[in-house]
């Protein structure tokens, strides 16, 4: 195992970012909703308009785990947040404080960008990731539930009539 070290992904991983989304797919048993391609991931995070950002684990040459955020807002709070979408460490990296590195840069961020909170989900299965923020200090937050429209629910409300 060569040493850690977490940086922030270039255009020139793009493919590395799409192999690891693909294993994040695998892993939540949700391969089948993994369209993006790797020209969609160039242009989402390195097009005119950035709509995220990446950090990359690395062993060496290898990447083993990534998180990708982007900032929301809090109306509450009057600032920006961080918002972590995906979380991933590969399964032999698993226990090695891979995330917890991943997670600690992502903190440093929000906090030198003033961010009022960092958040994300985590699926009500996954009681090793539940059990991990736990321990890191997150409070789940019980009383929220998410609400999403995608496909034909979205382009329908989009074309309603008001």
Same mark, same amino acid.
């Given at each position: 195992?060569?040493?850690?070290?977490?940086?922030?992904?270039?255009?020139?991983?793009?493919?590395?970012?799409?192999?690891?989304?693909?294993?994040?797919?695998?892993?939540?048993?949700?391969?089948?909703?993994?369209?993006?391609?790797?020209?969609?991931?160039?242009?989402?995070?390195?097009?005119?308009?950035?709509?995220?950002?990446?950090?990359?684990? +690395?062993?060496?040459? &290898?990447?083993?785990?990534?998180?990708?955020?982007?900032?929301?807002?809090?109306?509450?709070?009057?600032?920006?947040?961080?918002?972590?979408? &995906?979380?991933?460490?590969?399964?032999? +990296?698993?226990?090695?404080?891979?995330?917890?590195?991943?997670?600690?840069?992502?903190?440093?961020?929000?906090?030198?960008?003033?961010?009022?909170?960092?958040? +994300?989900?985590?699926?009500?299965?996954? &009681?090793?990731?539940?059990?991990?923020?736990?321990?890191?200090?997150?409070?789940?937050?019980?009383?929220?539930?998410?609400?999403?429209?995608?496909?034909?629910?979205?382009?329908?409300?989009?074309?309603?009539?008001?």
């Amino acid at each position: 195992m060569g040493e850690l070290r977490i940086a922030a992904a270039r255009e020139q991983d793009v493919a590395v970012i799409r192999r690891l989304i693909a294993a994040l797919g695998d892993y939540e048993k949700l391969s089948h909703e993994v369209v993006a391609s790797e020209d969609d991931i160039r242009a989402a995070l390195f097009g005119p308009h950035p709509a995220a950002e990446v950090l990359i684990a +690395w062993s060496g040459p &290898d990447a083993i785990g990534f998180a990708l955020f982007f900032h929301n807002f809090s109306t509450f709070l009057g600032r920006r947040g961080l918002y972590l979408e &995906d979380l991933f460490v590969v399964p032999e +990296w698993r226990g090695c404080g891979v995330g917890r590195r991943l997670l600690t840069e992502l903190a440093r961020i929000a906090v030198e960008r003033n961010c009022g909170r960092m958040e +994300w989900s985590v699926l009500d299965w996954n &009681d090793l990731a539940i059990g991990f923020y736990e321990r890191l200090g997150a409070r789940l937050m019980t009383d929220w539930r998410i609400c999403r429209l995608t496909g034909d629910g979205l382009r329908r409300l989009a074309s309603a009539t008001p």
